[in-house]
Each structure stands twice: as structure tokens, then as C-alpha cells.
Nanobody, 129 residues
Framework: QVQLVESGGGLAQAGGSLRLSCAAS????????MGWFRQAPGKLREFVAS????????YYADSMKGRFTISRDNAKNTVYLQMNSLKPEDTAVYCC??????????????????????WGQGTQVTVSS
């Protein structure tokens, strides 16, 4: 059974940085695409970033490009989200998610929430102005 456990959330000031981690178990990590999603109060969950199994390809929501960086360490079964230049509107619960890469996977697949079938519980990020 796939388990995803996020950590690293907390309180940051606007302009500051946080690094989130997601530790995965119960899967062949390098065979899975990993993604980060977030949900702010009263809003729908939205895509943040995702990364291919090898780490060679990364994908970002437009509003996160240049500020957030997703990476992974396949030796540690961990995916990271480095968040810089944080804004109050980045306040949300951040969840990591995973899906098994197959022959049908293409770049669009990484953006779809419905592609991901394993989810963590999430970690709260609060950015103060």
C-alpha cells in the first residue's frame, strides 16, 4: 500500500521560503510520477507542480513558475517542493500525490488531478503579510 507523508509546512512571512518534503513508501518510487497540489480555504484543490520518475521532467502551474521548484531523491524515496518568494495567497494545505507511469503517460497527464491515485494527508503552509 502506497503511503505518502508530507512535512515541512509552517508559518512564513511574505517573501520568505519553505521547503516541503514528501516521504513515500510501499511503491517502486522511480516508477511513479510525483506531484504537489494545494487547497486554500473555500477553494478547489489546484495543481502546483509535478515531476517524472527519473526527475528529468518537471511541470509547474503558471503562477508558481520561477518561485517553486520540485525535485526528487529516488535513493531516499522523497520528493521536495522548494517554495521561494512566498505570498499570502500561497496559504493552503499542500498535498503530495503519486501515480504509476505507464505507456499512456504524456506531459498532460502530469497536470490532471485525476491521474493521481495516491495522496498524502497534507501539510499546512501559512504565509503572513
Amino acid at each position: 500500500q502506497v503511503q505518502l507523508v508530507e512535512s515541512g509546512g509552517g508559518l512564513a512571512q511574505a517573501g520568505g521560503s519553505l521547503r516541503l518534503s514528501c516521504a513515500a513508501s510501499g511503491l517502486t518510487f522511480s516508477s511513479y510520477a510525483m506531484g504537489w497540489f494545494r487547497q486554500a480555504p473555500g477553494k478547489l484543490r489546484e495543481f502546483v507542480a509535478s515531476i517524472s520518475g527519473s526527475g528529468g521532467s518537471t511541470y509547474y502551474a503558471d503562477s508558481m513558475k520561477g518561485r517553486f521548484t520540485i525535485s526528487r531523491d529516488n535513493a531516499k524515496n522523497t520528493v521536495y517542493l522548494q517554495m521561494n518568494s512566498l505570498k499570502p495567497e500561497d496559504t493552503a494545505v499542500y498535498c503530495c500525490a503519486a501515480f504509476l507511469i505507464d505507456e499512456w503517460t504524456n506531459y498532460i497527464t502530469y497536470y490532471w488531478e485525476s491521474s493521481y491515485d495516491s495522496w498524502g494527508q497534507g501539510t499546512q503552509v501559512t504565509v503572513s503579510s
